[in-house]
């Protein structure tokens, strides 16, 4: 198999060739057919996450065909087409296993995180974590389904039924977000860097009513709002842009520091609240809504010696939409 490794971090990732893995009990092994480039990746490029593993394979948006299956694997055969997303394992035994919210579970493994990931021509993942998807279908398109599509999904729903709901940050999340938001029969209200006119031109091209940069006020008080940019400076600019009672969602690993600010901003029951990794269960819920819900993703392919291309071009935001890594 050829991957594209991380050895040490905040170096660029390198090109090699290992033997292929093998599925261990209960595993399977995917030929990758594509794999979206996440802000999360960035994250563990940057060390900003605690603990990877190293060497490693960045990437946990991977759809593919299985290739090979390990024993003890009953529901999932040779060439059927599946994504793996983030969540890899979980221990099944911990307070929040047991309690539903297997996100939170305390003995997780993440992929491309603490467990390879889909940079690379194959890949291994518990059988219990992969999602099977329809047999036809666009492979790049999809991808990026695994995780800006689930993240983005358990956030809109931790974000309430509130009619109006603003998007900080316009990228990968933001723009299937806004879909669903849409077909849910929302307003969406996006928010970008000052300036970005092509972000926001793209946000209302996906049937945003609004557009504006992340500093202006949004035209009335918002029933809600999801911040997706990794910046602790938006939530005081969420807050204020919420109304009373209105709540405001943190949906990213990884975020600067928060500034100080007015308390009066959380007063009068306004809600602050991130939300962490996924469940099975978000999963199953975004792909029985995503072929009614309509939603379009935007990529770039990269092929895979460019992955390194793609991660940089998500950081400058020379992107619309998702970068995906086509090995
Ligand atoms: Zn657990
Ligand atoms: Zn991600």
């Not at 021509?121 to 036809?136: E, G, I, K, N, S």
């Not at 999904?153 to 603003?166: C, N, Q």
């Not at 910046?231 to 807050?239: E, F, I, Q, S």
């Amino acid at each position: 198999m050829r991957a594209m490794v991380l050895e040490r971090i905040g170096e660029p990732l390198k090109l090699v060739e290992r033997l292929d893995p093998e599925p261990a009990q209960g595993q399977v092994r995917v030929r990758v057919a594509a794999c979206g480039v996440c802000r999360t990746d960035l994250h563990v490029v940057d060390g900003e996450l605690p603990n990877p593993k190293l060497p490693i394979v960045p990437g946990h948006e991977i759809v593919g065909r299985i290739d090979a299956v390990g024993a003890g694997v009953a529901a999932l055969a040779v060439d059927m087409r599946v994504g793996i997303p983030w969540l890899s394992h979980t221990c099944g035994r911990c307070r929040y296993c047991r309690d539903d919210r297997e996100n939170l579970c305390d003995h997780p493994l993440f992929t491309g995180y603490t467990r390879d990931g889909g940079y690379a021509t194959h890949v291994v993942a518990d059988a219990h974590f992969v999602f099977r998807l329809p047999d036809d279908g666009d492979d790049v398109a999809a991808a990026p389904l695994l995780c800006a599509g689930l993240i983005g999904w358990r956030s809109l729903r931790m974000a309430g039924d509130g009619k109006s709901i603003g998007l900080y940050g316009f990228g990968a999340a933001a723009h299937i977000v806004a879909q669903l938001a849409r077909w849910q029969g929302r307003d969406v209200f996006a928010f970008t860097r000052a300036g970005d006119g092509a972000a926001q031109d793209f946000a209302r091209r996906l049937g945003a009513c609004w557009a504006g940069s992340s500093e202006d006020r949004p035209p009335e008080p918002l029933d809600c709002a999801i911040i997706y940019a990794p910046v602790g400076a938006l939530v005081p600019l969420a807050l204020g842009a919420v109304r009373k009672g209105g709540r405001v969602v943190c949906a990213g690993i990884h975020m600067s520091d928060i500034p100080c600010f007015p308390y009066s901003l959380l007063w009068e029951e306004r809600e602050l609240l991130s939300v962490a990794n996924l469940t099975r269960k978000d999963g199953e819920e975004l792909f029985a809504v995503v072929g009614e819900a309509g939603v379009a993703t935007h990529t770039t392919p990269y092929p895979l010696d460019r992955a390194n291309d793609a991660l940089s071009d998500l950081r400058t935001g020379r992107l619309q939409g998702a970068a995906v890594v086509v090995p």
